[in-house]
């Protein structure tokens, strides 16, 4: 892959290598990184990580976690390496992990999933773009694979689409508790359209619903750059997300 560029996360704490054309990384893992309650010497697994850019994010603002990441595009997991030499990376499906993988535990699992069921929408066509938008491995998988390789008391963290968070539930193992949502709206007055979902293996607290998480500071779309201050500090201050 030669047509790359070098982009600036965290507002220049971090910089990622990624295809100039395809999927990109944008806000979305980086919200998802900012989630995740991690602390040094913490052992992280990123399902699906692409170019790396949530979990190197999550590296960035937390020093000294030990970094491992699952992507099935070669190309993708090859700039993940090139992009920091302290992740991990394992070229594989999540549903074919090696048993080297599979004998693991860790403290953060987190995965930003595809967002669509291609029985109810169209394909992309650039084959990158798909295979991280469109859903072939279903949702349901997703979930109990990140439950499966999480240490007793590890957190699963994910961002999805809002209307899939029935499915989230559902497909939670039973031994998976003390569940929070974070719904996310682009703009006040507008419905959520994603949702962080943060769920602990072992966890007994009462599920959480927190207050809706807005992004922009303008009820219609503005040009520029028009976060609301915490959103701009997790986007451009490398900043944890509360909830």
């Known amino acids: 892959m030669s047509d790359l560029t070098h982009d600036a996360f965290l507002g220049g704490l971090l910089h990622l290598w ?11 893992p980086v919200l ?14 990123e399902l699906g990580c692409g170019v790396g850019a949530a979990i190197l994010c999550l590296g960035a603002r937390v020093p000294g976690l030990l970094l491992t990441g699952v992507e099935r595009d070669a190309s993708y997991a090859a700039l993940a390496v090139r992009n920091s030499d ?3 990376v394992f070229t594989c499906d999540i549903t074919g992990m090696p048993a080297d993988l599979r004998q693991r ?10 967002y ?22 279903p949702l349901a998988e997703w979930v109990q694979i990140a439950a499966k390789r999480l240490a007793p008391k590890g957190y699963a963290h994910f961002i999805h689409r809002a209307e899939r968070l029935p499915d989230i539930f559902a497909a939670l193992p039973s031994g998976m508790g ?13 419905a959520a359209e994603l949702v962080l979902v943060r769920a602990r293996k072992n966890g ?9 998480l807005v992004m922009h500071r303008d009820d219609v779309h503005q040009d520029g750059d028009r976060y609301v201050d915490s959103v701009r500090a997790v986007l451009r201050g490398g900043k944890a997300l509360e909830f």
């Open 32 to 45: 998802l990184s900012a989630s995740v309650k991690a602390h040094a010497g913490q052992r992280v697994l």
């Open 105 to 114: 535990q860790f403290d953060h699992v987190l995965a930003n999933p595809p």
């Open 204 to 212: 007994r607290a009462a599920f959480r619903l927190h207050p809706q």
């Open 18 to 28: 990624q295809p100039r054309t395809g999927y990109r990384a944008g806000v979305d």
């Open 116 to 137: 669509y069921d291609r029985a109810a929408s169209v394909a992309a066509r650039n084959p990158a773009r798909e295979g991280a938008l469109g859903e072939d491995t």
């Open 86 to 88: 302290a992740l991990e």
């Open 178 to 190: 003390s569940v929070e949502v974070l719904p996310i709206s682009p703009r006040a007055g507008r």
